[in-house]
């Protein structure tokens, strides 16, 4: 069947895809518009290659835990915007990626997307991908994953602001009931609000010390009064500083939020849930992943915009 400008021009109008793909998925349908839409929607390629250069810093980290809580998956997939975040259709993408991180074997983002698609074989990760960012018309981005399994006890989880915020912890245990699984949720909560970038003092890099020392000898240095203390001081001071930072950045140091006198810390809490319950619990790690960190969002200058239209 011979293809016509005028059909290129109607399915550019109704997918939004680029001249030449239209008229190759015209030809390769042979003309029937609706399986040249599909062709489209399948493959998106071309509409993906346009949008991949806009900023994706939105979107929405989604949990998934097995029936038995023995394994659990995090992904994060990012869009452009919040509006379509929160979009029925884009979560339910999310969550079919988040099907496909429970099954990979990939062991980073570039082999997961090209791996084949778990509900369309006949696709790559990618190439599903693709085909979504074609239907949902916002460039889109599967960020990261990762999977947290434990025998000895469950994977705790906590997603905060719908998906802002998805936390995922590593309880080894030898009871597990309601109490202590409580006790889980309670230190996932605890992670999502006061963003600790360690589980215990043990992970904390000698090096980070090292440095994190460095600066607060400057800073001594550099005040007239300090800088005149004894060495041993001096040294003491910056130990006090030291544990007082590692306090704040290692989840089980931290202060437990719920303490009812606000001082036990969460290695405390977790023992006082462990006597009461007669078990013997490990908070082993924890996984805190922020939707967008770390990727710079874009700033649009509306009033330069509105002078750019009006020729200004």
Known sequence: MA?????????????????????????ATDGDMDKAVEFLREK???????????????????LKVTEDSKKAVAVEVNAETDFVAKNEKFQGYVAQVCDQAME??????DAFLAEPWKFDTSKTVAEELAGQISVIGENMKIRRFA???????????????GGKIGVLVDVETDVVNDAIREMGKNVAMQAAALKPLYTSRSEVPEDYIEHEKGILMAQIQNDPKESQKPAKVIEGMITGRINKEL???CLLDQVYVKAEDGKQSVAKYVEQVAKE????????????WETGEGIEKRQDDFAAEVAKQAGM
């Open 3 to 27: 293809i016509t400008a005028g059909m290129v021009k109607e399915l550019r109008e109704m997918t939004g895809a680029g001249m030449m793909d239209c008229k190759k998925a015209l030809t």
């Open 44 to 62: 998106g390629l071309a509409t993906a290659q346009k949008k991949a250069g806009r900023i994706a810093a939105e979107g929405i980290v989604m």
């Open 104 to 109: 990979t074997k990939a062991a980073d983002i």
């Open 147 to 161: 999977q947290i399994e434990e025998a000895n006890g469950f994977v705790a989880d906590y997603t905060h602001m």
């Open 247 to 249: 306090k704040e950045i």
């Open 277 to 288: 319950n007669g078990a013997k619990i490990t908070i082993k790690s924890f996984l805190r």
